[in-house]
């Protein structure tokens, strides 16, 4: 049943052991999981020293629950949250907007249309500052998936080393910045036995504002369990967190 994935991110075909085939089981656990919960912290970097943070807290339970909140750690910028109990759905509103803080929707929309959880990420995507390679292949869009691997090449296996007390597989690769730009940045997948992404990161030596050469990195760290009913906490799921 992988063969869905599969052919969306173009890895059908390749052994389960090499790079692209890890890389590939994962994203199918993700996309077949019935409940996701944890967070993604996004670090970017120059020579080093971290500038910006954004933490991403996210949960799921299929068709249609989902709790996701953004939050940018180094700086004022509100959060975006978007929270669906399974009947409505509520998400902030774009800073444009004349409405209140809060846009509220019913899941069936009024063409008759039952939103699940990938069609309820399409909606937030627009809004949330950090659109990352490791949250797109979590939410398992497959038009996502389709342009994660247009932005990944040229996948390499780079063993095996201990990442906060697990053994993990790193995956090589090369990285686009956009799907219309070379593939310039270097990247690096940590996955362990389970099949979970646990870390991802891009980097580059690139040319700053003032022409200065500097090493640039984003970094993710990913704390997400799947299949974890014992994880998923169903307050999270309550839209009186919003209306708060």
């Known amino acids: 049943m992988i063969t869905t994935v599969a052919l969306v991110i173009a890895l059908s075909g390749t052994p389960a052991q090499s790079p692209q085939g890890k890389l590939s089981e ?33 949960q799921f339970s299929t068709p249609n629950k989902l709790y996701l909140n953004q939050k940018l ?15 409505f759905f509520a998400y902030t509103a774009p800073e444009a907007s004349d409405r209140k803080n809060y846009v509220y929707e019913p899941i069936r929309q009024r063409n008759g249309e039952l939103l699940d959880v990938r069609s309820l990420y399409s909606i937030i995507t627009a809004l949330i500052p950090d659109r990352s390679i490791p949250l797109d292949m979590i939410m398992g869009r497959p038009a996502d998936l389709q342009t994660v691997n247009q932005l990944l090449s040229n996948y390499e296996d780079g063993g095996t080393r201990e990442y906060y007390g697990e053994t993990v597989s790193v995956i090589l690769c090369r990285v686009r910045p956009n799907v219309n730009l070379k593939p310039s940045m270097k990247g690096a997948f ?10 991802f990161k891009s980097y580059e030596r690139t040319i700053d504002g003032l022409g200065r050469e500097v090493d640039y990195e984003i970094a993710y760290e990913v704390k997400v369990k799947v299949d974890d009913k014992e994880a998923i906490r169903p307050e999270l799921y309550n839209l009186d967190l919003i209306k708060k």
């Not at 996309?31 to 944890?38: D, E, H, R, T």
């Open 26 to 58: 994962a994203i199918s656990r993700y996309f077949y999981a019935a409940n996701v919960s944890g967070s993604i912290a996004m670090t970017i970097s120059l020579d080093g020293s971290p500038k910006s943070k954004i933490l991403t807290d996210l």
């Open 73 to 87: 750690i180094s700086g004022q910028a509100r959060d975006i949250r978007m929270i669906s109990d399974g009947e």
């Open 190 to 199: 940590f996955i362990n036995a389970s099949g979970d992404i646990r870390y």
